[in-house]
C-alpha cells in the first residue's frame, strides 16, 4: 500500500486538527570515547495547541506520519542516519485516535480503509532500516501507545501519567497493533490487565514507573532530563552497548508453559468481560475473540484480523453511542458544566478542614492533600479518633508508595499535610471545609453552626450529604451563601463524579470554587438542584427498589437479580446492594418513599436483613456460584405475584424513564445529557449504551411513558 490508497479517506475530513509530524536531526552523544553515535532522526507529534489540546490521531496526521516515516527510511537505506524515534510535545505523546473523525467514518469500505491505515504507518515505525524508538513522554493512550508497541525500543517518563489501551470501553479494540503485540511484550496476563481489566473499570490507565515495570517501556527516566537521557541510551543501544532486557516477553513459537499461561489469560478476559458487561457490549468479546484465535497468528495474520475487527466496529451502533457517552459527554460536556458560574470568581484554596475522622474522611483528606498539595486537618470529637484517623490515611500513603504509585518523597510531603485536632478552631484560617458525619440532618446542622463560629466569611462549608436537604442545612446558618452540596461517590479515589448542588442562597463566588475545587481534585463536577437524592441515587434507587419490589412479591432471587443483564450494568443490583450497604441503601429509600411516595418501593425484606444482621443475600459456593443461606432465607417473607425476567426488565426500563422525565421536569439537571453524565461517572453506566437516556428512548420506554424521546 502507499499514501495514495488513502486518499479517499483523508478527503473526508478537511477540519481535522493536524498533528504534524516535525523532524529534527540529533548529533547522538559518544559512546566508548567516539565523537558522536551518528544522526538521529527526531520526530516530534505536535498539534501547535496548549496542553488543553492533547495530539490526537487522525486520517491526515497519520498519513504526514506515514510520509514522514517513508522519508527516513529512504535516508537510513542512504545511511544518512543511524536511528529514528518518536517522542510529543509536551505532557503528550498521543491521546489516540481522532474519535471526532472516527465517527464520521459512514461505510465498512472507509471503516477498513481507516484500521489499514495505521498498521500501514506504523509498520514503518516497525521497520526503519535502523534500530527505531518511541520515547514516551506523557499521555500515551490507544493508538498513541500502540505507536510505541511497533517500535523496536521505547523509554518512558516517570511523568508520564495516563497510558492504556481503552478501546474495549469505547467500542473498539487495541487494532493498530495493541491485541497482536502487547501480550507478546509483557505476557498475556499483564495484556488482559491492560486491555481488559483497566479499559472495562473506568478506564484506568498506568503511569510510566508501572509502564516500565510490565515491560512495557526498556527504560524509565525523569521528566526533568527525559529527553537528553533518552538520546544517551539510544546512542549506547546503537553502539551496542545497551542490553535490553524483555523478561515478560513471549517466545514465538509459543512454549508449553506459555500456551498454557495464554489459554488461562484468555478465560480471565472472558470472565472480566461476563462480569462487567453481561456480554452485552460488542468490542471486548471482539478483543476476547482476537487474542483467543491469534495466539498462533504471524504478523500478517493479526493485523489483518485486527482491521476486519476494527471495520465491523466502527460500523455498530453500541460504537455510535459510545462516541456519544465517551466524546459528547465525558470528553466535552464534563468540561464545560451547564451552570457553572465564571471560574474567575473562584477563591483560592489553601487550607482545608474535614469534620470526623472515620473512613470517608480519610478518603477525604487523602485526596485533598495529594491533589491540592495543601494542609488537611481532620477532627473527631475524642483524641482516639483523630489519631486513629490520621494513621489511617498515613498508611493509605505508604501503601501508595509502597506500590510506586507515590514517590517516597512525595508520599512523606502528603503525610506531613494531614493532621487531626478534637477541637474546630483548627478551622480559622481554614478556605474550605467539609463534613463527613452521620447521614442525620440534626448532626449535620450543628456541625455547621459550630463551624461557621469559627471560620473566616468568605470561608466554603461544603456537605456531603448523598440524600438529605442541603436546603435545611442552610436555613439557620448566618451565611448559608457560602454553604453547597459536594458529593463524592464511594471509592473517592476512584470515582470520577462530584455531584454540586446549589440552594437558593448559594452565591456564584462559592458556586464558582467549588466547581474549581473539583477540577483540582481531578473531578468532574455536574451543578444539580437541591431535590431529594440528587441525580445518581434517585435514578439507582428506583432501579433497585423495582427489583426488590419483585422480589418481594414472588419472584426467584435468581430471575430478579438478572433481569437487567442485557443492560450490561457493572454488577447486579443484589452485589449493588450488598457494596452500598443495606442499611445504606434503606435509609436512601425510606427517604425517597417520604418525598415521592410509592414511586420508591421500601422493602420489608431488606429491612428483615439489616434486623438480622445481614450484610447480603448471596453467599459464595466453593465452586464460584451462589445461594441464599438457609439463615436468611428463614429471615424473608414472599407474596404469591412473580413476574418474568422480561416483564422486570420491561417494567424497570419504564419505571426509569418515569423518573429521568419527572426530574427533568422538576429542573434537578440542565437537561438529559447530565443525567446521562452523572450514570457514567457515577454509576459505570456502560459506555456502549450511550447513556441512559438514550438507551430509554432506543428501547421504547420514554415514549411508552413519557410520550416523547428524551433525545429529538
Known sequence: MSAQDFSSLTRLFPDEVLSHSLVADIALPGVDGAASAGTFALITLDNGLDHRRPTTLGPNTLVELGEVLQSQRERAARGEIVGVGVTGKP?????????????????????????????????????????????????????????????????VSTGAGALGLPEASLGL????????????????????????????????????????????????????????????????????????????AVAEPLSEADSAAWDAAVERAKAVVEAKTGNAAPAPGKLVELLEHGRNFTREQAFAAEDAALAELMMTPQFKDTVYAFLDLVQKRAKKPAGAPDPRLARPVTKVGVVGAGLMAGQFALLFARQLKVPVVMTDIDQE???????????????????????????????????????????????????AVFEELAVKKQVFAEVEAIVTPTCILATNTSSLSVTAMAADLAHPERLVGFHFFNPVALMPLVEIVRVTQTDDATLATAFATAKALRKNAVLVKDAPAFVVNRVLLRLMTEVSKAFDEGTDAHTADNALRLMGLPMTPFTLLAMVGIPVAQ??????????????????????????GKKGLWEQDGDGGRHIPAETLALLSFDTNPVTGAELLQRTQDALAQEIGLMLDEGVVAGPEDIDLCMILGAGWPLHLGGITPYLDRVGASQRVNGRPFHA
Not at 589 to 603: D, I, M, N, P
Open 173 to 248: 479494540v487495541p487494532g493498530w497493533g495493541g491485541a497482536y503485540l502487547l501480550p507478546r511484550l509483557i505476557g498475556p496476563a499483564n495484556a488482559v490487565k491492560i486491555m481488559v481489566d483497566n479499559a472495562l473499570n473506568n478506564n484506568r490507565t498506568i503511569g510510566g514507573a508501572e509502564a516500565f515495570r510490565l515491560g512495557i517501556a526498556d527504560a524509565l527516566f525523569e521528566p526533568a532530563d527525559f529527553l537528553e537521557q533518552s538520546l544517551l541510551w539510544a546512542a549506547r543501544v546503537i553502539a551496542g552497548t545497551e542490553h535490553v532486557a524483555r523478561p515478560h
Open 91 to 155: 505532557h503528550f505523546l498521543a491521546a489516540g485516535a481522532d474519535l471526532s473523525a472516527v465517527k464520521g467514518l459512514k461505510d465498512h469500505a472507509t471503516g477498513l480503509l481507516m484500521a489499514q491505515l495505521g498498521h500501514y504507518v506504523y509498520s514503518m515505525l516497525h521497520d526503519a532500516g535502523v534500530p527505531s524508538f518511541v520515547f514516551i513522554n506523557g499521555v500515551a493512550l490507544g493508538g498513541g501507545l500502540e505507536i510505541a508497541l511497533n517500535a523496536n525500543y521505547r523509554t
Open 385 to 435: 479518633r483523630v489519631e486513629r484517623g490520621v494513621a489511617q490515611v498515613h498508611a493509605e500513603v505508604d501503601k501508595l508508595v509502597a506500590k510506586g504509585r507515590l514517590g517516597a518523597d512525595a508520599g512523606n510531603r502528603t503525610k506531613a499535610l494531614v493532621t487531626g485536632s478534637v477541637t474546630k478552631d483548627v478551622f480559622a484560617d481554614a478556605d474550605f471545609v467539609i463534613e
Open 587 to 612: 435509609h436512601v429509600t425510606e427517604s425517597l418513599h417520604t418525598a415521592f411516595g410509592g414511586r420508591f418501593h421500601v422493602s420489608a425484606n431488606q429491612q428483615a436483613l439489616i434486623d438480622g
